[in-house]
């Protein structure tokens, strides 16, 4: 009776993946039961790889990092 609310509530939108997820967790659905509901497999949130983040460059300082000398600026005479 359980699946069968959470499928309409889904359809309708009252209901999120999270949120059916929090439900297998608690055993209140099945993972069949999820996927039958979402469509999806479903996968253990402890259990997804975590992605990294794109490293981010270094902040911008006055060093040069190709070993070439920087010209100097000559005040105007």
Do not use: R
Request: hydrophobic share 25%; glycine share 4%; net charge negative.
């Amino acid at each position: 009776m359980v699946k069968f609310l959470f499928k309409l509530e889904y359809g309708w939108g009252f209901l999120s993946k999270d949120a059916l997820q929090k439900y297998v967790t608690t055993q209140d659905i099945t993972a069949d039961d999820y996927q039958e509901i979402t469509g999806e497999e479903y996968v253990d949130p402890k259990q997804k790889p975590i992605t990294n983040p794109e490293p981010t460059p270094p902040a911008s300082d006055t060093t040069t990092t190709d070993n070439q000398e920087q010209p100097t600026t000559q005040p105007a005479n």
